[in-house]
């Protein structure tokens, strides 16, 4: 019953291998196409406005945060 069955066996797993390789073929060539030409910044607050962070943060104590309004143009660049 084996033998009859290994025809079978071969060709599904040689249909499996064909996906795979053509489903990580489109997904490596629609990376390379869709990838947006932005950077991001390495801080999202200069020194002077994190040393006034924390000073803010300081003066109003553990029972409430400071978050910082921020452009998407100060954190991403072309």
């Known amino acids: 019953m084996l033998t009859k069955l ?3 066996y071969f060709l ?3 249909a499996a291998v064909v ?7 489109l997904r490596k ?4 196409r ?8 390495e801080a999202l607050f200069t020194p002077e406005q994190q ?4 000073v803010l943060e300081r003066a109003v104590g553990d029972g409430y ?8 143009a ?3 660049g072309v």
């Open 6 to 8: 290994a025809p079978f």
């Open 29 to 32: 060539s629609l990376s390379r």
């Open 65 to 72: 945060r400071v978050h910082g309004k921020v452009h998407v």
């Open 51 to 54: 040393a006034f962070l924390a």
């Open 19 to 25: 996906l795979v390789a053509l489903a990580l073929s």
């Open 34 to 41: 869709h990838r947006l030409p932005y950077v991001a910044d």
């Open 12 to 14: 599904l797993g040689l």
């Open 74 to 76: 100060a954190v991403l």
